[in-house]
């Protein structure tokens, strides 16, 4: 029986290929910082002392460069639920795990928009990336809503895209990290269970 090329094993990368990548990675990494997500993709090539052909031979769109270099986040994320989990009620761990996410969509300007795009995409590079993210959002919902603390017909999806929503818009207002946290009260006191 033959395998097909998804099922073949992935060669590993050359010394040269794992240099090219990781300086494309870095060069995203600043680019994105100055510019956004919207940075020039040609730009950041020539950061990384590359040609725009190697960037698109490691990242085939600017989806899968965003999620090649927000996939540390994304495990940051993942990893802040789980310790959120163990220490503090289902209500706070929810609340304190969305501050993060927001903290997240705002590190790059413009973040949010492709992150939006990308939640109910199953074929975007974003969606895959951050799989363990979404099911560690997903965990938080159905524990604050098992504690009683959340609407049973709110889905981790309109949670995620209501913080989405903060993000976007705290990013067009002049840094106020007090702006964040209120909006996310007002959210969540919405969002609350009310009592029978």
């Known amino acids: 029986m033959t395998q097909t090329a998804a099922e073949a094993p992935k060669r590993p990368m050359r010394a040269?290929?794992?240099?090219?990548?990781?300086?494309?990675?870095?060069a995203a990494k600043e680019a994105f910082a100055q510019h956004g997500a919207e940075a020039s993709l040609n730009e950041i090539a020539t950061r990384a002392g590359v040609g725009v052909g190697t960037l698109y031979r490691h990242f085939p769109s600017?989806?899968?460069?965003?999620?090649?270099?927000?996939?540390?986040?994304?495990?940051?994320?993942?990893?802040?639920?789980?310790?959120?989990?163990?220490?503090?009620?289902?209500a706070e761990a929810l609340r304190g795990w969305l501050l993060v996410f927001i903290a997240h969509l705002k590190t790059y300007r413009g973040l949010s928009a492709p992150v939006m795009s990308t939640l109910n995409d199953e074929t975007s590079e974003l969606y895959s990336s951050c799989h363990a993210m979404r099911a560690s959002g997903t965990e938080l919902v159905a524990r604050a809503q098992d504690a009683g603390d959340l609407r049973k017909d709110v889905d981790s999806a309109d949670v995620l895209i209501l913080a989405n929503a903060i993000a976007w818009a705290t990013e067009q207002l002049p840094e106020d990290p007090v702006r964040t946290d209120r909006l996310l009260s007002i959210v969540l006191s919405g969002l609350r269970r009310e009592s029978d």
């Open 16 to 26: 040269d290929a794992r240099r090219n990548y990781g300086h494309l990675l870095a």
């Open 62 to 90: 600017r989806e899968a460069l965003l999620a090649a270099v927000l996939q540390d986040r994304f495990d940051a994320l993942t990893a802040k639920a789980t310790e959120l989990v163990r220490t503090v009620s289902a």
